[in-house]
């Protein structure tokens, strides 16, 4: 599967939990300004990691349960889940290095 695909509350666990890779989730909603701006680094990380790593989004404002769960209060918020736990948090639009950097350490 290449590119991003949306997850929800109902769809979360089987896609994300029990990934055999790791997942990043991009948590976001419409009307995000820096959600809109990380958008495109998300895509491309979708596609240079394609086949090592899942890359979905979840629309907050359709998906309340899965962001409460995780603590998410700010958007963009990107999770890192490794074997079904967090392997990493990042709050706020970042720049790519920074989300590269902690999916290499996933990887490893």
């Known amino acids: 599967m290449s590119g991003v695909s949306e997850v929800t509350d109902a769809s979360f666990d089987a ?3 029990e990934s055999e890779i ?10 995000c300004g ?3 701006a990380i958008a495109p680094l ?20 359709d998906n309340p349960q899965t962001p409460g769960r995780f603590g998410v209060r700010g958007i963009p ?4 889940f490794k074997g079904g736990t967090v392997h990493e948090q990042i709050v706020g639009a ?8 902690a999916v ?3 990887l490893s």
Do not use: H
Not at 48 to 61: A, R, S, T, W
Not at 77 to 80: A, H, V, W
Not at 94 to 101: E, F, I, P, S
């Open 94 to 101: 970042v720049a790519k290095q920074k989300l590269t950097d």
């Open 42 to 61: 998300v895509d491309e990380l979708a596609g240079e990691y394609e086949g090592k790593l899942k890359v979905v989004k979840m629309n907050v404002d």
């Open 77 to 80: 918020n990107l999770i890192l």
């Open 34 to 36: 820096p959600c809109r």
């Open 104 to 106: 290499d350490g996933a």
């Open 15 to 17: 896609e994300v939990m």
């Open 22 to 31: 790791p997942v990043l989730i991009d948590f976001w909603a419409p009307w």
